[in-house]
């Protein structure tokens, strides 16, 4: 007679589900030796008998092949109550629970970790904290945990890796080799409310942002705060104190410029020395230099060549 390939001390759970199993089993402590499905199934056998297999109640079940379906649909499969229980019209299965909520259900009486582990031959499996752990923490907390030395956490959607938290605590974002605690890798061309690689909105409008890029193809980086389609708004920096610096770490004045040079682009002549402005404004043009020195009052001096 063919040998079955599974072993009296294992219950293979894949099987379980497939077979919507229900009540009906009778267990007693099994060799370690194969088994020949219809052998003496004898439910008062010694344990450690050689004749000592899983006894089907026949009368609960109905055997097609190697499927087994449940005679009636409200049986359900309890191992020592709730370690494991299958409740078969639902089609879900609970460890710890007899009432599972989800295809699988772990539950834990107390406030103490719920995990699933996952193992193999590398990471091996001694040990609760061999290979990856998801679960959840005793402070109820939503743990992933990787402990295998110098590996990392992935993220995939449609079979392409999306985001990845490494070894040393680095998070990319379009990168698999993160450089810093946060690195997002992607091309971006333009400026605007619609572009760059990085953007910061609200939650009540989410066209209310600040968007961050660099421009890959031109070469430079920007900041840019708007509404969507709307308008582009102000970027007030230090609003509350504190020194600007460029060129410098260590600025001494609100706007502090290591360079000998400052550049505003475009003239402007005030049309009269009473003319809109803002006190500290300046203009120029190829004649003067205007400075606002007080709201509405211009003063200017002449250039002249040399």
């Not at 079955?4 to 099987?15: P, Q």
């Not at 109640?57 to 049986?75: C, M, R």
């Not at 990471?123 to 990392?152: H, M, P, Q, W, Y």
């Amino acid at each position: 007679m063919k040998k079955s390939k599974f072993k009296r001390n294992s219950i293979f759970i894949g099987s379980l589900a497939a077979l919507a199993l229900g009540a009906g089993f009778v267990f007693a402590t099994p060799p370690a030796s194969y088994y020949l499905p219809g052998e003496t199934n004898d439910p008062s056998c010694s344990p450690g008998d050689t004749n000592c297999d899983v006894q089907l109640e026949t009368s609960k079940w109905t055997v097609s092949g190697a499927i087994l379906t449940p005679k009636t649909a409200t049986d359900d499969l309890a191992i020592n109550t709730d370690n494991l229980y299958v409740d078969v019209s639902a089609g879900t299965v609970g460890m710890g629970t007899t009432g599972p909520q989800n295809r699988l259900h772990l539950h834990r009486a107390d406030s103490g970790y719920v995990n699933i582990q996952f193992t193999n031959s590398t990471t091996g499996s001694n040990s609760v904290f061999s290979g990856t752990r998801i679960g959840l923490t005793s402070n109820e907390d939503l743990a992933f945990v990787n402990n295998t030395a110098g590996k990392n956490i992935l993220f995939y959607t449609e079979e392409v890796e999306r985001m990845r938290l490494d070894n040393t605590g680095n998070l990319g974002i379009g990168t698999s080799s993160p450089g810093t605690r946060l690195e997002v890798r992607a091309d971006d061309t333009g400026t605007g409310t619609n572009f760059g690689q990085l953007r910061i909105s609200g939650t009540s409008d989410a066209n209310k942002r600040l968007n961050l890029g660099f421009d890959t193809t031109n070469d430079f980086a920007w900041i840019q705060s708007g509404i969507s389609g709307v308008s582009f708004n102000d970027l007030p920096l230090n609003p509350n104190g504190g020194n600007i610096g460029i060129n410098t770490s260590s600025p001494t004045a609100a706007l502090d410029i290591d360079s000998n040079t400052l550049r505003l682009r475009t003239a402007k002549t005030p049309a009269n020395a009473s003319d809109t402005c803002k006190q500290g404004e300046m203009a120029w043009d190829s004649s003067y230099i205007y400075v606002c020195v007080a709201d509405n009052t211009w003063k200017r001096s002449a250039l002249s060549s040399w």
